[in-house]
Nanobody, 115 residues
Framework: QVQLVESGGGLVQPGESLRLSCTAS????????LSWFRQVPGKEREKVAT????????SYLDSVNGRFAISRNNFKNTVYLQMNMLKVDDTAQYYC????????WGQGTQVTVSA
């Protein structure tokens, strides 16, 4: 059974940084492309960043490209999202999942960017 546990969120001011972590179990971690998603109440969940199974290839939502960086450690079964130059519009609950979001969602981690 796939389990995804996100952490690292918090309350920050615009321009500050956060690093999110997602530790996974229940599948062969290094075999899967993984993504970070985010959701604001009342809106569709959107994919923010994706990393290939070997960590060599990444892709990003246009609005975060150049500010966020996704990475992974296949020995620790963990995927990360480094978020720099945070904006108020980045405020959301953040989740990790496979690239199509087909696994059961974890509890997510809340990121709040506010002055």
């Amino acid at each position: 059974q796939v389990q995804l546990v996100e952490s690292g969120g918090g309350l920050v001011q615009p321009g500050e940084s956060l690093r999110l972590s997602c530790t996974a179990s229940g599948f062969t971690f290094g075999n899967y492309v993984l993504s970070w998603f985010r959701q604001v109440p009342g809106k569709e969940r959107e994919k923010v960043a994706t990393v290939s199974d070997d960590g060599r290839s990444t892709s990003y939502l246009d609005s975060v490209n150049g500010r966020f960086a996704i990475s992974r450690n296949n020995f620790k079964n963990t995927v990360y999202l480094q978020m720099n130059m945070l904006k108020v519009d980045d405020t959301a609950q953040y989740y990790c999942n496979n690239r199509i979001g087909s696994w059961a969602w974890g509890q997510g981690t809340q990121v709040t960017v506010s002055a």
